[in-house]
């Protein structure tokens, strides 16, 4: 019984230990009463470009930032969702998880995969399709933009390590 329970103890530790590590990963960007917006600091990166005649020689695309955000929702946020998406499932939603790329010339977001979460973390839907957002001057989009690409240019050479450790 003891085993038991000193296992019990050690494992919540971890697990305990690991997630508030991980939350320092999370960098705010932005809230409304909808939505508070994050990305991970760890894994944003610059991405790889392939030579098409040699595909094994790659150069690093400071032109590309891609990243992981994470967006939790208030209650009217997953109203909102829930009539969006034409899914009563949504009016659980708790928060999503995208993983985006922004090309900086094309001024554009495209989102690769995004998954929508529960309060208990019970996956509500997920999409991969690559949506690409032509992003507007002046928007809540262009705000988020401009966030991200700062931190790229104050943190350029963190970026291009993480760009061959991280690229997909």
Same mark, same amino acid.
């Given at each position: 019984?003891?085993?038991?329970?000193?296992?019990?103890?050690?494992?919540? @530790?971890?697990?305990?230990?690991?997630?508030?590590?991980?939350?320092?990963? /999370?960098? /705010?960007?932005?809230?409304?009463?909808?939505?508070?917006?994050?990305?991970?600091?760890?894994?944003?990166?610059?991405?790889?470009?392939?030579?098409?005649?040699?595909?094994?020689?790659?150069?690093?695309?400071?032109?590309?930032?891609?990243? /992981?955000?994470?967006?939790?929702?208030?209650?009217?946020?997953?109203?909102?969702?829930?009539?969006?998406?034409?899914?009563?499932?949504? @009016?659980?939603?708790?928060?999503?998880?995208?993983?985006?790329?922004?090309?900086?010339?094309?001024?554009?977001?495209?989102?690769?995969?995004?998954?929508?979460?529960?309060?208990?973390?019970?996956?509500?839907?997920?999409?991969?399709?690559?949506?690409?957002?032509?992003?507007?001057?002046?928007? /809540?989009?262009?705000?988020?933009?401009?966030?991200?690409?700062?931190?790229?240019?104050?943190?350029?050479?963190?970026?291009?390590?993480?760009?061959?450790?991280?690229?997909?």
């Amino acid at each position: 019984m003891k085993k038991q329970v000193l296992s019990l103890l050690i494992t919540a @530790f971890v697990v305990l230990s690991t997630s508030v590590g991980y939350a320092e990963n /999370w960098q /705010w960007i932005s809230s409304n009463n909808e939505c508070a917006y994050f990305f991970d600091k760890l894994f944003i990166h610059y991405n790889i470009k392939h030579d098409p005649l040699d595909y094994s020689k790659t150069t690093i695309d400071t032109t590309k930032i891609s990243f /992981w955000e994470k967006t939790f929702y208030t209650e009217r946020g997953a109203k909102i969702a829930a009539e969006d998406f034409k899914d009563f499932h949504f @009016f659980t939603l708790h928060h999503s998880i995208s993983y985006k790329t922004y090309s900086i010339p094309d001024r554009s977001e495209t989102t690769h995969i995004i998954s929508f979460y529960d309060k208990d973390g019970n996956k509500i839907q997920e999409y991969h399709n690559d949506f690409v957002y032509k992003i507007q001057p002046n928007t /809540w989009g262009d705000m988020m933009f401009k966030t991200i690409c700062n931190y790229a240019s104050e943190h350029h050479d963190e970026l291009e390590k993480n760009a061959y450790d991280y690229s997909f």
